[in-house]
Nanobody, 116 residues
Framework: QVQLVESGGGLVQAGTSLRLSCAAS????????MAWYRQAPGKQRELVAT???????NYADSLKGRFTISRDNAKNTVYLQMNNLKPEDTAVYYC??????????WGQGTQVTVSS
């Protein structure tokens, strides 16, 4: 079992930055990739960014250039740096771990609210 704990969310003003963290523990050696998703009120959960075990990254087209995903393998932590935040970035952000085999693991989510 993999446990994921997100942190770093909060209430910020538009145009500012925020960095989310996701600390993984448990069966971390089984993780092939990690990702951030978000879900805004009344909307479906959407993929924000992914990062593989080797560090390859992928982003939602609409977020390229503002969001950056990274990882610190020594700390078993994945980060999401969010710059120039907009009100439409308001959502619950979830950390996701994709194992080599089996079902994905999810964190509990962290709320990000961007005021205009």
């Amino acid at each position: 079992q993999v446990q994921l704990v997100e942190s770093g969310g909060g209430l910020v003003q538009a145009g500012t930055s925020l960095r989310l963290s996701c600390a993984a523990s448990g069966g971390i050696f089984s993780i092939a990739a990690m990702a951030w998703y978000r879900q805004a009120p009344g909307k479906q959960r959407e993929l924000v960014a992914t990062i593989t075990r080797t560090g390859s990254t992928n982003y939602a087209d609409s977020l390229k250039g503002r969001f950056t995903i990274s990882r610190d393998n020594a700390k078993n932590t994945v980060y999401l740096q969010m710059n120039n935040l907009k009100p439409e970035d308001t959502a619950v952000y979830y950390c996701n771990a994709v194992p080599v085999y089996g079902n994905d693991f999810w964190g509990q989510g962290t709320q990000v609210t961007v005021s205009s």
